[in-house]
């Protein structure tokens, strides 16, 4: 009977040594699964944490690059506004300073007439006409035209005949200035 209890106990304390085992083993199992997973969860966690940084990167890098290139862009649209007004500029300061040399060159060929100019008699200081005249580049003249006169047919065709007198023509300062057709008033000094 004791050989029996002994045996029994001796059972019963195996089975309870197996048991604790199992259930050591049981729980060594779960925290190695559970460390497993929290380490997977962690890698996952750090890997999507490098995926949103490198994105984060990206953008901003993105946004830098557009920011670059919208203000590469804003100064080479502002150099070309401030090369545009340095043209109209230069474009305005040619066209006055044209405008100024042609006046002069006409009123140089009008000084060229009005000293070949013969005054007939019965000019009235009233008598004025404009006149037209054609030339070659060399200041030929090839015609003459009264477009408007106010005085008689005499005063009319001495200035006509003036012109023809001055023959040739005092030469444009610029050959931009130059114009074949020419038309001035002449009014008698």
């Not at 490098?50 to 203000?71: D, L, M, P, S, W």
Request: aromatic share 4%; charged share 50%; proline share 5%.
């Amino acid at each position: 009977e004791a050989r029996r209890k002994a045996e029994a106990e001796r059972k019963r304390k195996a089975a309870e040594e197996a048991r604790r085992k199992a259930e050591a083993e049981r729980k060594r199992k779960a925290a190695e699964e559970a460390r497993r997973k929290a380490e997977a969860e962690r890698k996952r966690k750090a890997a999507e944490e490098a995926r949103r940084k490198a994105e984060a990167e990206r953008k901003r890098k993105a946004a830098e690059e557009a920011r670059r290139k919208a203000e590469a862009e804003r100064l080479r649209r502002l150099k070309e506004q401030e090369e545009a007004a340095l043209r109209t500029a230069e474009a305005k300061r040619r066209a006055q300073r044209l405008a100024g040399l042609r006046q002069q060159y006409v009123a140089q060929i009008r000084t060229h007439v009005e000293r070949a100019w013969r005054r007939p008699p019965g000019v009235q200081s009233a008598d004025r006409c404009v006149v037209e005249v054609r030339q070659t580049p060399e200041g030929r003249v090839t015609e003459v035209r009264t477009l408007e006169c106010h005085g008689d047919e005499a005063f009319r065709r001495s200035v006509e005949d003036a012109v023809w007198r001055a023959d040739p023509l005092p030469p444009a300062p610029d050959p931009a200035v130059f114009d074949r057709i020419i038309q001035f008033e002449f009014i008698p000094q």
